[in-house]
C-alpha cells in the first residue's frame, strides 16, 4: 500500500473527500517524484557495491558472524538476503511510505532470523554499514528520501 | 485496494526485481499527472455539494422520477439519492488520484447492481445522472482533469450497465 493508498483509506473510513492536510502530503510526494525514481535507481544499480563494501565495513567491526564464518553458501544467503532489504527499502523510496519493508520484510523477520541462529544484534550492525555505503551512492536529497526507511530497518533488528 | 505504485511493486516483488524501464517510465508519468490530480481533488472536494445539486438539476431533477410513483419521491429516496450520488463522486475521486480503478470495483460496484434491483432504483436514470456529473465536474476541474474523472465515471457506468 503506498502513502495514496494510504490516505485514501483514511479519508474513506471517514467517509469524506481528503482533507487538506492530506492533499498537501500527496502533493509534496509527486512534487519529489523524480528524485525518488533516481534514487531507487541508483540504489538498483548499486545494489552489488553496496553489499559488498557493506560487508568488509560490519566484518571489520564483527568478524565472528555466521556470513564471515568461511562457508561460502552462508556468506551467499546473508547477502542475498542483504540485497532484498535494499531492493524493499527502494520500493518505499517510490511507494512514499514503508509498507513494503514491513509487509515483505519485516512481519516475522525476527522470528525467521532467530530460528536460523543469526544474532539479531549482528544483523542490527550489518545494516547500519549497508545504509552508510548506501548513503554515500545517493545525493543528499536523494538520501533524505532513502534514509527513514534505512532507519526503520536498522531499529527492526 | 490497489493503487498505481502497488500494481507495480507487487509483481516486480514476486520476481524479487528492482523496478525498471516500463515500470518507472509509468510511475515518472504517473508522479508528474500528481499535482493535476491533487488540484482536481481539492476543487472536487470543496464544491462537492454544488456539483451534486448541479448533476442533478441536469439530470433528474425536471423529469418524473422525483413526482409521486416515482423513485425520488418522496424527500427521503430524494435524499437517498444525493447520498448515492455524493459517494460515486467521492469514490471516483479517489480513484482518479489512485490512478486505479480497483477501489471503484470493491466498495462501490460489488453487488450495486443487486441492490438497485431489490430497491427498485432504475439503471437508466442513475446513468443519466452519472453522464451529467461527468460534464459538471469536467466544468469544475477543466478539460485534462475532467477526461481523467471520466475514466473512473465511465468505469462506474459500465458496472452499472
Known sequence: MSIVAKVIAQSDEANRFLSSAELTKLQDFFGNGTTRISAAQKLAANEQKIVDEGSKRFWAKCPNTPSNSGNPQKTALCQRDQGWYIRLVSYCVLAGNAKPLEDIGLDGMRDMYVSLGVPLTNLKLAMRCLKEVAMGTLSSEEGALAAPYFDQLIRAF | ?161
Open chain 2, 1 to 161: 485496494m490497489q493503487d498505481t505504485i502497488t500494481a507495480v511493486i507487487n509483481p516486480a516483488d514476486e520476481k524479487g526485481s528492482y523496478l525498471e524501464g516500463a515500470e518507472l517510465e509509468a510511475l515518472q508519468k504517473y508522479f508528474q499527472s500528481g499535482t493535476l490530480r491533487v488540484k482536481a481533488a481539492t476543487q472536487i472536494g470543496e464544491t462537492a455539494a454544488s456539483i451534486i445539486s448541479e448533476t442533478v438539476a441536469k439530470s433528474l431533477l425536471y423529469g418524473d422520477i422525483t413526482c409521486p410513483g416515482g423513485n425520488m419521491y418522496p424527500t427521503r429516496r430524494y435524499a437517498a439519492c444525493l447520498r448515492d450520488l455524493t459517494y460515486f463522486l467521492r469514490y471516483a475521486t479517489y480513484a482518479m488520484l489512485a490512478a486505479d480503478a480497483s477501489i471503484l470495483d470493491e466498495r462501490v460496484l460489488n453487488g450495486l447492481r443487486e441492490t438497485y434491483g431489490s430497491l427498485g432504483v432504475p439503471i437508466e436514470p442513475t446513468i443519466q445522472a452519472i453522464q451529467a456529473m461527468k460534464d459538471v465536474v469536467t466544468q469544475r476541474v477543466g478539460a485534462d482533469a475532467g477526461q481523467e474523472m471520466d475514466v473512473y465515471l465511465d468505469h462506474i457506468i459500465s458496472g452499472l450497465s
